[in-house]
């Protein structure tokens, strides 16, 4: 079973619009991690966040965690058409810190 | 600075043949991952390397499927006599130790199997 899964698993909005995509977990973790997928091809790493910290931002991007709900999410502020790509969490898998679990993503389509 | 990279882009076989997969790390990076994602799904964990050991080789699908890495830098994943099954991105990314924290993926080997 997935240690990860992202809802919704699509969202499509109008640019200059906010998009939140969550991400819930089954086990504890000490970690997760958003990354983004551009055509299906490789993918980009966005930001990580500690199991202490309950919110982080970079530029256009804020992540919140919430460790009793086993839940994250990712917003996106302003979004423009470049924004468009698939957004997977990643999360530690029970066994070791070292294998990380990828849910199915999210794909966001942001309408020029 | 070079990142991933992953040869060939794409590759076309038939089916019951070899083939190989090549990743080359970003320089320094002591681990290695390779994934792989079929369309419109989620990454699938296929084996870690440490350096050139593989501790973690648990989701190699089958025995045709294996990897190698040396001098602690390229890999390369082999996939004995493919079945359509196969047909995926496969995905190779590396991190700077063995913690899996902040991946730097290649672009992928997209792989079809007639």
């Known amino acids: 079973s997935q240690q990860g899964e992202e809802d919704p698993q699509a969202l499509s909005i109008q640019e200059g619009e906010n998009a939140t995509m969550n991400c819930s977990y089954k086990?504890?973790?000490?970690?997760l991690q958003w990354y983004r997928q551009n055509s299906g091809r490789g993918l980009v790493h966005l930001i990580l966040?500690?199991?202490?910290?309950r919110e982080k931002h970079s530029g256009r991007l804020r992540v919140t965690l919430d460790t009793s709900k086993k839940s994250s999410s990712l917003l996106i502020t302003a979004s423009r058409a470049a924004d468009t790509a698939s957004y997977f969490c990643?999360?530690?898998?029970?066994?070791?810190?070292?294998?990380?679990?990828f849910g199915t993503g999210t794909r966001l389509k942001v309408l020029a | 600075g070079a990142g991933v990279s992953q040869s060939p882009s794409n590759k076309v076989t038939e089916k019951g043949k070899d083939v190989e997969l090549r990743c080359d790390p970003i320089?320094?990076?002591?681990?290695l991952y390779w994934y792989r994602q079929s369309l419109g799904q989620g990454l699938e964990f296929l084996i870690y390397f440490q350096g050139n050991s593989a501790p973690d080789k648990s989701g190699l699908p089958s025995d045709r499927f294996s990897a190698e890495r040396t001098g602690g830098s390229v890999s390369t994943l082999t996939i004995q006599r493919t079945q359509q099954e196969d047909s995926a991105v496969y995905l190779c990314?590396?991190?700077?130790?063995?913690?899996?924290?902040?991946?730097?993926f290649g672009p992928g080997t997209r792989l079809l199997v007639l």
């Open positions: 990314a590396s991190s700077l130790d063995n913690r899996g924290e902040t991946q730097y």
């Open positions: 990643a999360t530690p898998a029970p066994s070791g810190t070292y294998k990380y679990i």
């Open positions: 086990t504890s973790i000490n970690n």
């Open positions: 966040i500690r199991s202490n910290e």
């Open positions: 320089s320094g990076h002591t681990a």
